[in-house]
């Protein structure tokens, strides 16, 4: 192994991070990851935290998980590639698709179309609404809508849909026919209004007149996030799910559960949709289907939608996929991360220790640049503030707090004025404890 400097070196020299500045790795050198075990990562220096991030809100089942790494070795051994377009295919691939439908079967999705990630299932999804629309007699449904604060992925569309401007800016012009209204953002919203319920409605509102503007024969879907992650942890009382997909339903307007981070157990809930009982149209996953293991994702088809595109001769050919969609090696490790995702039951334990976890946020508002604490299972958020009564976000302050944590034994996620943390679901209770522990530390340091 090279020695580090050597290694940042490199870094600054050739590698360009997502969402990074390629300027600014030299005088800020990101931390290299050498080793992981359980729910702690090691750095160059032989730092070891508790990885409060869960690697990139992924890593759910921690870095131990023997049966997903014996599935990976196992496969490549067996068969390390082979297509899975039409025409070819693999065990893992069918296995896997039932196993899918299995999982989503009570959300009436039980058709699964793979992907090698979260931004390519986005893409996927919004494509199949067009199409279905387009199967169903109805090809003037282009359009979509989705909320500020979003985060679909990079890709063209998801990147379209996405609702952070800062995201978007350096991209424009984006896919046209794409629009947005409020996030029930209880913190900053329009309105000034913290009530859930009564903000849920307003959105909801905003959402039906979007589509009744837009005229509905023109809108194709809606797609969110039940609990929005990257934008900050938002989340919804479970009853704006339902009244989105009754204001869906009213308009012959589809609705794409974007799942990719609370999928598999993260809110505490099997899926975010279950937890309103809620069906989607289309549902989004990937991160947990292999812990992060391996790179896949998926899109789940409904019945509703299945029927059109299998009982259509022609038009339901569907010319889109990847090299790596239903890549064997990915399958197996789905397969072996989804078993021990049901055998731990790990919803069970991100409701339990997330509840503890977000109380334990919830104290660190004595620390006065601290303007909000949400979450639900295990995906929380801090919001860093500079003035509490203006709300002034303090991104700034935020990411010297956060090295104090990382210092302190906590790898939490720095994100704009948020700091968020999404450890692996198999936390323990002590562990948790010292998330906030080592975040309580950073805030006195540097907060
Ligand atoms: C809700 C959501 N959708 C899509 C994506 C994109 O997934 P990927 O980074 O695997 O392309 C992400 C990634 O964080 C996400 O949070």
Same mark, same amino acid.
């Given at each position: 192994m090279r020695d580090d400097n050597f290694l940042s070196e490199m870094n600054a020299r050739h590698l360009w991070h997502p969402f990074g500045h390629p300027? +600014?790795?030299?005088?800020?050198?990101?931390?290299? $990851?050498?080793?992981? +075990?359980? !729910?702690?990562?090691?750095?160059?220096? =032989?730092?070891?935290?508790?990885?409060? *991030?869960? @690697?990139?809100?992924? !890593?759910?089942?921690?870095?131990?998980?023997?049966?997903?790494?014996?599935? *990976?070795? &196992?496969?490549?051994? +067996?068969?390390?590639?082979?297509? &899975?377009?039409? =025409?070819?295919t693999n065990g893992p691939a069918i296995e896997l698709s039932v196993e899918l439908a299995r999982w989503f079967g009570p959300e009436g999705l039980t058709r699964a179309f793979l992907t090698s @990630?979260?931004?390519?299932? *986005?893409?996927? &999804?919004?494509?199949l609404a067009r199409q279905y629309h387009k199967l169903n007699g109805e090809p003037g449904r282009t359009k979509f809508v989705a909320l500020t604060k979003a985060y679909h992925g990079t890709h063209w569309g998801g990147a379209a849909v996405n609702g952070n401007p800062l995201f978007r800016a350096p991209y424009e012009p984006h896919l046209s026919g794409t629009f947005h209204v409020p996030s029930p953002y209880a913190y900053r919203n329009p309105w000034d209004e913290t009530d859930p319920e009564r903000l849920s409605a307003l959105c909801?509102?905003?959402? +039906?007149?979007? $589509? !009744?503007?837009?005229?509905? &024969?023109? !809108?194709?879907a809606f797609i969110l996030e039940p609990v929005q992650g990257a934008g900050g942890v938002i989340v919804p009382p479970e009853s704006f799910l339902r009244g989105a997909r009754e204001i869906c339903d009213r308009h012959g307007v589809l609705l794409i559960a974007d799942e990719v981070i609370s999928g598999f157990g993260r809110t505490g809930h099997v899926c975010a949709s279950r937890r309103s009982g809620v069906r989607p149209d289309l549902m989004t996953l990937a991160k947990a289907l292999t812990s992060g293991y391996f790179p896949m994702g998926a899109v789940m088809v409904s019945e509703r939608l299945a029927d059109a595109f299998e009982h259509e001769e022609t038009g339901g050919m569907i010319p889109t996929g990847y090299t790596y969609s239903g890549h064997p090696v990915g399958c197996a490790a789905a397969l072996a991360c989804l078993a021990e995702t049901e055998r731990l039951k790990v919803w069970e334990n991100a409701a339990s220790t997330g509840a503890r976890v977000l109380a334990g946020l919830e104290g660190l508002r004595r620390h006065a640049c601290v303007g909000d604490v949400r979450g639900i299972g295990l995906m929380c958020a801090l919001e860093i503030v500079s003035d509490r009564d203006a709300k002034t976000a303090d991104p700034a302050r935020a990411g010297r707090i956060f090295e104090a944590a990382y210092r302190a034994g906590a790898m939490v996620r720095w994100s704009g004025a948020n700091l968020v943390v999404s450890p692996p679901l198999t936390l323990t209770p002590a562990e948790g404890d010292a998330i906030v522990a080592a975040l309580d530390q950073g805030l006195s340091e540097a907060g």
């Open positions: 300027g +600014e790795a030299r005088a800020n050198p990101p931390k290299i $990851i050498r080793r992981a +075990e359980g !729910v702690r990562i090691t750095d160059e220096a =032989g730092h070891t935290t508790i990885d409060g *991030v869960g @690697g990139l809100w992924c !890593v759910n089942l921690g870095y131990s998980c023997q049966p997903i790494k014996d599935a *990976v070795a &196992a496969q490549l051994a +067996e068969l390390p590639y082979y297509s &899975a377009f039409k =025409g070819t @990630g979260g931004s390519d299932a *986005v893409d996927t &999804a919004l494509k909801l509102r905003m959402l +039906e007149e979007q $589509i !009744v503007f837009q005229d509905p &024969a023109t !809108v194709a």
